[in-house]
């Protein structure tokens, strides 16, 4: 039973354009979420955090938002850039150090 | 620096052999962690340890083993390679704030079982 949804496994955007990331999960005790970046043949890289007592963080292009009652949060990529172009994968935690990985969404950005 | 280093990149096994896949830190992380990663699955913990002399199972350990005697080296060892195994390992560590900065992670290594 996954904990941690991603429902979309690929994505498809125009450069400039926003890309949005979506992420569910099951477990009400998870209070702090990370999304991680991976290119093929490379580990994930960490991109951003949230935790449950916040709604939104922003990182320059990059912007968590959580929505605890629907238990969902998203990522958006303003603007979307070739580079984005890669596999996201969204984490939860429920205050520990460990963390339980969705499957992960394909993105890619079109010139 | 180096971060997380993984050895070997690629590996071809065949049912029942051993091997030992290597991880070592230089960032000083209490925290290492062992994953799989299948097709189409995200990660799955296999053990993590919070210190040198600490480990202890994730979500998938059967069939796996790890120490922990230094704070650099997390080794994951497979005793009898089945092809369920087949997969990409990720080490990863952490120092203490995964929560707010995430895991390191090193590049990963693929293993075919056959």
């Known amino acids: 039973d996954q904990q941690v949804k991603q429902n979309s496994p690929s994505l498809s955007v125009q450069e400039g354009r926003i890309s949005i990331l979506n992420c569910d999960y099951t477990?009400?005790?998870?209070?702090?979420f990370l999304w991680y970046k991976k290119y093929p043949a490379e580990g994930p890289t960490f991109l951003i955090s949230?935790?449950?007592?916040?709604d939104k963080n922003e990182d320059g292009r990059f912007t968590v938002f959580l929505n605890k009652s629907a238990k969902h949060l998203s990522l958006h990529i303003v603007p979307s850039q070739p580079g984005d172009s890669a596999v996201y994968f969204c984490a939860a935690s429920a205050g520990g150090q460990n963390f339980v990985f969705g499957p992960g969404t394909r993105l890619s950005v079109l010139p | 620096n180096a971060g997380v280093t993984q050895t070997p990149k690629f590996r071809i096994l065949k049912i029942g052999q051993s091997m030992t896949l290597q991880c070592a830190q230089d960032m000083n992380h209490n925290y290492m962690y062992w994953y799989r990663q299948d097709p189409g699955m995200g990660l799955k913990l296999i053990y993590y340890?919070?210190?040198?002399?600490?480990?202890d199972k994730g979500e998938v350990p059967n069939g796996y083993n790890v120490s922990r005697s230094t704070t650099e080296d997390f080794p994951l060892r497979l005793e009898l390679a089945a092809p369920s195994q087949t997969s990409v390992y990720f080490c990863?560590?952490?120092?203490?704030?995964?929560?707010?900065?995430?895991?390191?992670f090193g590049s990963g290594t693929r293993l075919t079982v056959v």
């Open positions: 990863a560590s952490s120092g203490g704030a995964a929560t707010v900065n995430g895991y390191t």
């Open positions: 949230i935790s449950s007592i916040k």
């Open positions: 477990n009400s005790m998870f209070d702090y």
């Open positions: 340890s919070v210190g040198a002399g600490i480990t």
